[in-house]
């Protein structure tokens, strides 16, 4: 494996090769142009959107699961 350094959050490594920052900055203009507005931070982390949603459906499943069986094998 690769002992390469991880990124930091407040790091922004777009600045660091002038090709994606011209990007960037064009990417920036294109959007100005077309009256969006600037770009916003991501709200929730991927915990929320992604674990949180399983966390709920693997509930529901079990629930479910749980009152389709019970009836047929201890009633």
């Known amino acids: 494996m690769i002992n390469a350094p991880s990124p930091t959050p ?23 142009a077309a009256g969006l507005p600037p770009e916003r931070p991501a709200r929730f982390g991927p915990m929320v959107t992604i674990v949180l949603p399983m966390i709920i ?14 009836p047929m094998f201890f009633s």
């Open 10 to 32: 407040e790091e922004d490594w777009t600045e660091e090769d002038p090709i994606d920052a011209e990007i960037d900055a064009r990417v920036a203009q294109v959007h100005q």
């Open 57 to 70: 459906a693997g509930i529901l499943l079990i629930i479910g699961i749980w009152m389709f069986a019970y």
